[in-house]
Every structure is written in structure tokens, then in C-alpha cells.
């Protein structure tokens, strides 16, 4: 593990305000290439404009943010996609009339450098359809690509948003809370997912989650924010047994926390 | 928009005949139309009662690719534009203007000839016509996406909506009445004589026809191609377009640069047609004409706005004979009650409805099967 301490994702001092609010203030962070790094924190915490920042959705007050050691503070979202991090999000993001195939064919076709064939059918690029067939058994949702997407039923829609992300292969995943609004039983599955995605090898994943179970057994790191800013990072061992996110957070919002890690440890 | 994406995951692909039959047996009859007409009244197809109805034939047609010049911006990409007369006008403007007052200039101190001897000059003339009518509509398509990239919603119908304005200002400015006529416009325009659409109104009928087709056909390619599908993912969600790589900027632009292509050549053939350029053609009401003409037939359809256009013509060509100067009004309400009943255009709601539709008449037609 040692061997490869490659940084690929950096957040370097980022603020972002709002007004007079303070959304993310001095937040740094290295993501560790080929890692499933976690970040969690109350509702509010800023993970979402986190995420904003990495994905260039939103320009940083301050502060910079570093892909493999190049800065991309400034880039354009659809450039920093082409960069190979995707991003998929909180609140369902699709195109509802669209079919799920043509949902994440849209996808696959968008790095793949035929955008510009005006005058050739997109029927003729199979092999953009073949990669999106491959991503919708991926994600569980065979026999449903010619469904419209607004047709899907929230769990699907939350396979397909995760779909549209992996059709473009990017390197780095910034996934944001993909169990949102799944009721338990709908939780296994993607969690089997995130794990096919870890088993590629190649892949970073930088997840937000609320579930605190799911976020101690599968995370290499874990990085705890609080209004905006850091309050802890470490393994899932050393988070458990912080006594800054115990006392100050964690003890009375996650209190099942120290419960499901000792039932995993025993 | 429910634009059902018919494609199916596996790839059946019908004979060319069997998929475009009823595209195929319309066109058969309108090729046929100017001869058949002939034969009901008797009089030859280039005089009389035919070649009136080629002339309403002719009108339709132009304006069906004006129609689905404007249906490929609002009904494929989302962009509701306001200006669109601006296109169809700097066509029929650079059309009118290089024929009135360059070509004869040219033609007057230059001659080309083929080998044989033979006079090309207005022909080679006319091609320039229409590169230039080609470029002026790329770079107004070039000019309207990028003073409207940066605004959304309202604001980008206000700018689209002045720019639209100041075009028809322009093509009213006195300060320039030597060059385009002013209020008057340009009149009598020498068309090249072989297509003359008085002498020639049979070859005209067939210009224009051909010009439709070629142009639902570009079009039709345009929006299944692979930069065609990321347009209707912008109409559908511009955010997540961003997101996964494609800069919609890039895209709007060139949806904007085909919207123009298709209604500048319109607008150019117009005049042509017309054998003028007026400032009628830059508009406001032009450019409602192609919205009304497109939520008619159905947005993001291609075929609606052919349809749309179709029943425009025949609107404003009878309701002004049966009730005079009130027409407007009758359609007015017409139109009320067409957007009512069938919410989605006549294509649109016809392909929303098709499934129930073929049920029901499947039944009708059970009932009768049974008697026997
Ligand atoms: N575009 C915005 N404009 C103004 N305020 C915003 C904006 N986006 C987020 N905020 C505010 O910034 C703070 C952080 O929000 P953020 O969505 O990043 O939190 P979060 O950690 O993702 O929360 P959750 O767990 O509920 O998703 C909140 O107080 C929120 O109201
Ligand atoms: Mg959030």
C-alpha cells in the first residue's frame, strides 16, 4: 500500500461563501489514488459543495483544487469531465423523456470524439450502444433500456443516475449520497456496485453518505466535515475512536456508530 | 417533450420502403399533383387553375422548411427564440440584394462560357446567390447564439426577441433605401429566367418540392446524429449535458447555425418565389408564423411543422375569401382550441396516441370480422 501513495484528487484550502454564508471555509483534503474515500457530516456540512468545487459545478472563493497535480480550479465542468472525474448526484439528475439506453448511451458517446458527425446517424456508432448495453446490466437494469427515465421507479432512477456516471469510465467517482431516498432492502445492491467499481482496480471513489454502517465497512479513509469546515480524518477505526467526533458529533448523530463497528470488529 | 424514442435496443431494420411508406406515397402524389390537376380541368400544367395550385403548393413548401428550421431550435434543442425572421429575412435579403443590384453588374461586364459556347454567367451567378446566402446565414446564426449565450429563460427571449427588432429596423432604414427599398422593399427582383416562377411555374413546383425534401431530409439526419442527440439532451437537461462532458455552448451554437442554414435558404427561396424582399419578412409576425406553425403540427417532429405549414396555407389563403378581413380571428380561436384538443400538435399527440388508437381500431374492426 505503501508503494503507491499517488495523490489524484487535491482540495487545497477551498472556501466557498454564499452571501454572508460560509458554506466550505479551509477545507484540504488528498484523495489517494484507487481508494474509497468517504466524506461525511451532518446535513448542511457542506459535502455537497464540496463536490460542487471538485466537479467545477461552482468556482471556489478561494483556495484550489489539483488533479493528478494539475490545476483545475478554473476548468470548465464539461473539460473536468473530460479529465476522466464524473460525478453523480444527491438529487436524481437525468433526462426524463429520454430512454435509459439513450440516457447513458448519451454518456458514453460524450468522450468518445463523434460529437461533431452531423451528418452520420448515431445508430451507425454501435459502439457507444454497446458500451452503454454493458453499463445498464452493469447497474442492474437490464430489460428496462427502452423505458423512458422518468418511468423508472426512484431505486432505478438512482442505478441509472450511477449509470450515466460510469458510462463515461472516468477515473475518479465523486458519488453523492447514491443511496438517497432507497429504502433498505434496495441498499445491497448498490453497495455491490460501489464494490464491482473498487474490483476494476483502477478506480477512485469519493463517496457522501449518510449510512454510517455502509460508510465504516467500505471506506480505505474517511473524512469528517462540520459546518463547512474539517473536523476529523482517518480510517474508519481511528474515525470510531475519535474523541472530537465522538463528543463534539458524533456520539448523539450517529449513535449507532460505535455499535456497528464493534459488531464488525467482533 | 414525449419525443418517444422509437429506436428499438434491438437493431430491426424494415425495408426503406415499408418504414417511410406513407412519407413515400405523399411524395409520389405531389410529384404527380401538378399532371393530375391538369387532367381534372383540363388545362395544361403550366397555365390556368394548375398552376395556381402549384403557386399555393410552392408557398406551402417554403414555408414547411422555414417551419422545421424553427421546430430543429425549439423543439429539439429547447431554444425558444423570438428573432427567427431575422433569419428567414437576411436570406430573402441577400438573395434580393445580390440579384438587383450585383449580379447584373457582374453579368454586364463579364461573360462565361463553356467550351461549346454555351452562356453560364447567370448560372454560375446564382450558385454564388446562394454560398453567399449560405455564409450570411451562418454568421447569423453565429451572431444570435453567441449575443444570447450567456442569458437564460425570459431574458433570452428579450435579446433574441430585440435582435429580431433591430434586423427588421434595418431592413426598413430609409438611410439605405437606394440599396433595399425601405418600407416599399425590393421589387421585381431579376430572377434568373429559368427559373422564373411565372413563366416556369411547373419547374418551380418541382425546385421548391425538391428543395423540401432535401432539407426534411438534412434536417432529419441532423437530429438523429450523434451531435442531434445531444441537443434534445439539452432540451431535457442542460445541467447533467455539462456533466457528462459536452459544453452546451458549442451545441446551442450549432443548432442555432442549422436553424439558420434551413431558414435562410427558405427565406431566399421565398423571394425568389416572390421575385421581392420586403421588410414583412423580418417581421415579428414572421417569426410567430413559425412558432404558430410548429406547435400546430407538433414540436420536435420535423413532419408537424410540414403539416403545420400545410394547414397555414390553407388558413390564410380560404379564410380570408370566407370571412374577409376578420380571418385572423376565426383561426385565432381555431388555434385555441387545436392547442386545447391536441396539446401536443397534431404529430405529437397522433405518436403519444398511436398505441390507444391502434387498439381501438383493431376493435372496430373485430366488430365486423365476428358478424360474419
Ligand atoms: N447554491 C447555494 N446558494 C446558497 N446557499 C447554499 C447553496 N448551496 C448550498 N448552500 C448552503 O450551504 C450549506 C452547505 O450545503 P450542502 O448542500 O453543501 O450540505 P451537505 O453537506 O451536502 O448537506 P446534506 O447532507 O443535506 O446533503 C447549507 O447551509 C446550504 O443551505
Ligand atoms: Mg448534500
Not at chain 1, 448498490?190 to 454502517?213: A, C, P, Q, W, Y
Request: no cysteine.
Amino acid at each position: 500500500m505503501n508503494s503507491d501513495r499517488e495523490i489524484i484528487l487535491e482540495a487545497k484550502n477551498l472556501r466557498k461563501e454564499f452571501g454572508g454564508l460560509v458554506a466550505v471555509e479551509d477545507v484540504s483534503v488528498q484523495i489517494q489514488a484507487r481508494t474509497l474515500h468517504s466524506i461525511i457530516g451532518p446535513n448542511g456540512a457542506g459535502k455537497t459543495t464540496l463536490f460542487n468545487l471538485l466537479s467545477g459545478v461552482l468556482k471556489p472563493t478561494r483556495g484550489f483544487v489539483y488533479f493528478k497535480g494539475q490545476d483545475i480550479t478554473h476548468l470548465p465542468p464539461h473539460r473536468i469531465a473530460h479529465l476522466g472525474i464524473g460525478r453523480s448526484f444527491q438529487i436524481t439528475n437525468i433526462f426524463p423523456n429520454l430512454t435509459v439506453l439513450e440516457n447513458i448511451r448519451l454518456a458514453s458517446q460524450a468522450l468518445g470524439g463523434d460529437n461533431f458527425r452531423l451528418l452520420k446517424a448515431s445508430s451507425d456508432f454501435q459502439k457507444y450502444v454497446d458500451k452503454a448495453l454493458q453499463v445498464i446490466e452493469w447497474v442492474g437494469l437490464k430489460g428496462r433500456e427502452a423505458d423512458l427515465a422518468r418511468n423508472l421507479a426512484h431505486g432505478e432512477k438512482r442505478k441509472l443516475e450511477l449509470g450515466i456516471m460510469l458510462a463515461a469510465d472516468p477515473q475518479v467517482l465523486l458519488l453523492d449520497e447514491p443511496t438517497a431516498g432507497m429504502s433498505s432492502e434496495q441498499v445491497p445492491a448498490l453497495l455491490e456496485i460501489i464494490h464491482s467499481i473498487m474490483n476494476l482496480g483502477d478506480k477512485t471513489i469519493i463517496l457522501v453518505e449518510h449510512r454510517m454502517d455502509m460508510v465504516m465497512s467500505i471506506s480505505d479513509r474517511i473524512t469528517v466535515m462540520h459546518l463547512g469546515g474539517l473536523l476529523a480524518e482517518g480510517t474508519p477505526q481511528e474515525i470510531a475512536s475519535n474523541q472530537t467526533v465522538q463528543t463534539a458529533y458524533l456520539g448523539d448523530l450517529y449513535g449507532d456508530l460505535t455499535e456497528s463497528m464493534e459488531g464488525k470488529n467482533g | 417533450m414525449a419525443e418517444l424514442q422509437t429506436q428499438n435496443v434491438k437493431k430491426q431494420k424494415p425495408g426503406l420502403f415499408k418504414q417511410n411508406q406513407l412519407a413515400i406515397i405523399v411524395l409520389v402524389l405531389l410529384i404527380l399533383f401538378p399532371f393530375i390537376m391538369s387532367l381534372i380541368t383540363g388545362q395544361p400544367a403550366n397555365e390556368g387553375k394548375p398552376k395556381f395550385w402549384e403557386g399555393q403548393f410552392i408557398n406551402f413548401f417554403i414555408m414547411a422548411v422555414y417551419a422545421m428550421s424553427y421546430d430543429l431550435l425549439m423543439g429539439y434543442t429547447g431554444i425558444l427564440s423570438f428573432g427567427h425572421a431575422a433569419f428567414f429575412g437576411a436570406g430573402a435579403y441577400t438573395m434580393a440584394l445580390w440579384l438587383t443590384h450585383f449580379a447584373p453588374l457582374i453579368s454586364s461586364q463579364y461573360k462565361i462560357t463553356l467550351p461549346g459556347g454555351m452562356d453560364i454567367t447567370t448560372t454560375l451567378l446564382f450558385i454564388v446567390a446562394l454560398l453567399l446566402v449560405l455564409i450570411v446565414s451562418i454568421l447569423m446564426g453565429l451572431f444570435f447564439s453567441g449575443a444570447s449565450v450567456r442569458v437564460k429563460g425570459v431574458y433570452f427571449a428579450m435579446i433574441t426577441l430585440a435582435i429580431g427588432e433591430a434586423f427588421h429596423i434595418l431592413s426598413k432604414a430609409t438611410d439605405f433605401v437606394k440599396w433595399t427599398g425601405a418600407d416599399e422593399g425590393l421589387h421585381g427582383v431579376p430572377v434568373p429566367l429559368w427559373i422564373n416562377p411565372t413563366q416556369h411555374r411547373l419547374r418551380f413546383y418541382f425546385m421548391a418540392l425538391f428543395f423540401m425534401v432535401v432539407m426534411y431530409l438534412f434536417l432529419k439526419r441532423v437530429t438523429e446524429s450523434p451531435t442531434g442527440r445531444v441537443f434534445v439532451a439539452i432540451r431535457e437537461n442542460e445541467n447533467r449535458v455539462r456533466m457528462i462532458g459536452f459544453n452546451p455552448a458549442t451545441y446551442r451554437s450549432l443548432a442555432f447555425v442549422t436553424s439558420a442554414i434551413a431558414a435562410g435558404l427558405s427565406g431566399a427561396m421565398f423571394s425568389l418565389w416572390n421575385m421581392s424582399a420586403t421588410p414583412s419578412m423580418t417581421s415579428a409576425v414572421t417569426t410567430i408564423n413559425a412558432l404558430i406553425m410548429t406547435i400546430l403540427g407538433g414540436v420536435g417532429t420535423l413532419i408537424g411543422p410540414i403539416l403545420g405549414a400545410g394547414l397555414m396555407q390553407i388558413f390564410s389563403q380560404f379564410f380570408y375569401q370566407w370571412f374577409g378581413a376578420r380571418w385572423p380571428l376565426v383561426f385565432g380561436l381555431i388555434f385555441i382550441a387545436l392547442v386545447v384538443f391536441l396539446p401536443y400538435g397534431i404529430v405529437g399527440t397522433y405518436r403519444l396516441r398511436k398505441q390507444g388508437m391502434k387498439a381501438g381500431w383493431t376493435r372496430f374492426t373485430k366488430q365486423f370480422s365476428a358478424k360474419k
